[in-house]
């Protein structure tokens, strides 16, 4: 019976151009995202394996995120391949207009409906079509999605910290394992770093040179844990991030609640203190007068009718989006009632604004080597990974036609998991 049906398969195989040994194993994906690092933090620190993973495979000049540059939706956005306005989830707070109430980032984590609304990460369109997939503290991937979760998963803790190099250690020795034992095809691999420090200490502080030094050993360990559980043939290694990181300007600072002839009393609903963004309902007849008194409010600031916000943003046109909305230039923050932000560094920013723009490399059987890549937006990544698993995408708004460069010419006989 099992030799009759080998046989049948190997007939199979041929007749499709593709050798048998291909089919019984497929190359895997390993995605990692090193929150908030900047495109060109490895330009003054020392990263010799940042160096020897360029050198071995593909690194972009640089990667543009989606708008607005905050780390749920730019995740969401790798995991999809859409743009904000098209996934849904704009912005990293779930928020609820009518009653008011706010949810921070990690609550926000576990809300399945703010993920859940109409798109699939490719955990469940992998799994859909066959493979099996894992999730280390990557965003989305507490959610259900249409009852489906990713089959193997850590979350990290409500109080956690984000830093501690052990635990980078500790979750790539359990990747190695998810990959070896539990034969998984696709993990995403997320560390909240260097995005902490360049938030606390500033991008431009020793503290984050110091972080981009940890990032550096931990690719060096990856790499070496990749080599010695016999990975390396068959795994296609990314590594990312979701959006840079600025330094905070404190002179003449954006504040809503000081502008003249402005009331909150006119606001039902506000989402403010987050940034360079802000979202805004003015309670009914009161629209008008909120947005000419806020339009010129400061020179930094840009508030605009949602049908009217700059269509490159890929923004503005989502049932989640409030009537009015603002942004305002690198650098400045937006306070809302009172000052209550005290960052150094920030990001939400203008995804074309350069510290805003971030990192992305790969290295494995499926890229070429050696390969400085000119720079893409952050929607085509998905239809790569997409490509790199054989899976068939879900529409998206990103094309792999943009990153097919940076893979090895197939031979006649297909792409895919060979090893050339
Ligand atoms: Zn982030």
Redesign the pocket.
């Known amino acids: 019976m099992f030799a009759s049906l080998g046989f049948l398969f190997a007939i199979l195989s041929i007749a499709r151009c593709v050798p048998v040994q291909q089919a019984a194993s497929r190359d895997k994906v390993l995605l990692v995202s090193f ?2 690092f900047r495109w060109n933090y490895d330009q003054d620190v020392d990263t010799p394996n940042l160096d020897a993973m360029a050198a071995e495979g593909v690194k972009a000049r640089y990667m543009t995120p989606a708008f607005v540059t ?2 749920s939706p ?2 969401f956005t790798l995991l999809t391949g859409k743009y904000l306005e098209n996934h849904g989830v704009i912005h990293n707070m779930w928020f609820n207009t009518s009653t008011g109430v706010k949810m921070p980032y990690y609550v926000t984590q576990g809300i399945d409906s703010w993920w859940d609304n109409g798109s699939l990460p490719i955990w469940i369109t992998a799994q859909r079509q066959g493979l099996k997939t894992g999730s280390i503290y990557f965003p989305g991937g507490k959610a259900k999605y249409q009852g489906e979760e990713v089959y193997m998963k850590l979350v990290e803790p409500p109080i956690f910290n984000y830093s501690n190099e052990v635990n980078w250690r500790q979750n790539i020795d359990t990747v190695m394992e998810w990959f070896t034992v539990k034969n998984l095809d696709f993990i995403a691999l997320y560390f909240g770093e260097p ?1 902490s420090t360049g938030h606390k200490y500033g991008p431009e502080s020793e503290q984050r040179k110091a972080i981009v030094s940890q990032v550096d050993r931990t690719i060096g360990y990856l790499r070496r844990r990749i080599r010695e559980s016999g990975l390396e043939p068959n795994l296609n290694l990314i590594i990312t ?3 840079g990181m600025e330094t905070v300007i404190k002179d003449k600072e954006v504040h809503i609640g000081a502008v003249e002839n402005f009331t909150f009393s006119d606001i039902q609903f506000e989402l403010l203190d987050y940034g360079p963004n802000g979202l805004l309902i003015p309670k009914e007849g009161k629209l008008e007068h909120v947005y000419s008194v806020l339009k010129n409010a400061h020179p930094k600031l840009h508030v605009y009718k949602k049908e009217e916000f700059p269509k490159r943003f890929h923004y503005a046109n989502n049932p989640r989006i409030t009537p009015l909305l603002m942004y305002s230039d690198p650098g400045y923050v937006i306070h809302g009632r009172f000052k209550v932000q005290f960052n150094k560094g920030e ?1 939400g920013f203008d995804n074309e604004a350069m510290n805003m723009k971030t990192i992305f490399r790969a290295v494995g059987p499926a890229f070429k080597q050696g390969l400085l890549a000119e720079p893409f937006e952050s929607v085509n990544v998905y239809a790569l990974l997409c490509e790199l698993l054989g899976i068939v995408p879900e529409p998206n708004d990103g094309s792999l036609e943009v990153l097919r460069p940076l893979l090895r010419e197939c031979p006649a006989d297909g792409c895919g998991n060979t090893d050339i």
Request: hydrophobic share 10%; net charge negative.
């Open positions: 929150d908030g905050l780390t730019c995740h995005d991030s979701d959006h990001h």
